[in-house]
C-alpha cells in the first residue's frame, strides 16, 4: 500500500482543468476554486495555468491514495489524511459504505474523529445527527474513562455552548444551537471569545436530562457533551 503523506510531487507544466473537476468549480472571495472531499485550490477556468495543473495533479493524487485505502477499508488513515474540515464531508459521503463494512464500536470511533473535527456545526446538523444515529449506540464514541465519568453524572445538569454570532444574525439565533456543548462553563466562554472580531460572543445555557446525551468526550479538555439539539428546551443565552 502507498504510504500517505500530503508532500507530493506536482508535474507544474500549464493544464486546462480536468472536466472531473469542473462540476466543482465554485466562486469564493471573488476567486475561482476548486472545492471537494480531495482538494480545495484555486483555479482559473478556460486557460493552461500552472495554477489548474497543481489542483489536477493534487486532486488525482489524492483521489488515488483515499480509493486505495477505501478498497483497504482502511478508514482510519483516510480520515487521517483529510484536512479536519474535510473529514465530514468525506464521512458523510462515503457513510453507508463504511458502516457496512464495520463494527459499531469502530464506526463510532471513526465518527467522533470526525464530529470532534468539526466544531462548526451550524449547517451540518441535521446530516451529523443522522450520522449518530445511524449506529446502535451512540455512547461507543466515549473511552473508558469518559464513561466512567458520564455514569457518575447527574439524571439532570447544566450545559454550555460558547459561539460568536454577527449581530444582524442574533434575531436567528436559534439556528446557532448545536450538538457541541460542555460541561465547563468557562471552556464554553473560551469558545465564544476565542478569536477576536466585530461578533457577539454568545454563551447559551440549559439542563438537560442525562438520557438525552449520546456521548460525554474529554480527550482534548473540553468536556464536551454530544447532544441531540432539536431535544434542547428553554434555552437561555446571554452575550459575554
Not at 500552472?50 to 478498497?71: A, T, V
Not at 473508558?144 to 455514569?151: P, V
Not at 465564544?192 to 438537560?208: G, M, P, Q, T, Y
Amino acid at each position: 500500500m502507498e504510504p500517505l503523506t500530503k508532500k507530493h510531487q506536482l508535474n507544474i507544466e500549464p493544464e486546462f482543468l480536468c472536466d472531473e473537476l469542473k462540476s466543482d468549480v465554485k466562486l469564493i472571495d471573488g476567486q475561482t476554486w476548486v472545492s471537494n472531499v480531495f482538494v480545495e485550490l484555486p483555479i482559473i477556468l478556460n486557460e493552461r495555468t500552472q495554477l489548474n495543473s497543481i489542483c489536477n495533479q493534487s486532486f488525482l493524487k489524492k483521489k488515488s491514495i483515499i480509493e486505495n485505502n477505501m478498497k483497504l477499508k482502511n478508514y482510519e488513515s483516510v480520515l487521517n489524511f483529510l484536512d479536519s474540515h474535510k473529514k465530514f464531508q468525506f464521512f458523510n459521503k462515503y457513510v453507508n459504505e463504511i458502516h457496512r463494512n464495520v463494527s459499531d464500536k469502530r464506526y463510532y470511533k471513526l465518527l467522533k474523529d470526525v464530529i470532534t473535527s468539526n466544531q462548526t456545526d451550524k449547517n451540518y446538523k441535521e446530516d451529523i445527527l443522522s450520522l449518530i444515529r445511524l449506529g446502535n449506540n451512540p455512547r461507543l464514541m466515549m473511552n473508558k474513562n469518559d464513561a466512567i465519568f458520564f455514569s457518575n453524572l447527574q439524571d439532570k445538569f447544566k450545559i454550555w455552548r460558547g459561539v460568536q454570532i454577527y449581530h444582524h444574525d442574533m434575531k436567528n439565533i436559534q439556528d446557532f444551537n448545536g450538538i457541541h456543548w460542555s460541561l465547563s462553563r468557562d471552556k464554553a466562554s473560551w469558545f465564544a471569545k476565542r478569536f477576536e472580531n466585530n461578533k457577539n460572543s454568545v454563551l447559551f445555557e440549559v439542563e438537560i436530562n442525562k438520557y438525552d446525551v449520546f456521548a460525554f468526550l474529554n480527550e482534548r479538555n473540553e468536556q464536551e457533551i454530544v447532544i441531540d439539539n432539536f431535544e434542547v428546551k428553554n434555552l437561555n443565552y446571554k452575550i459575554i
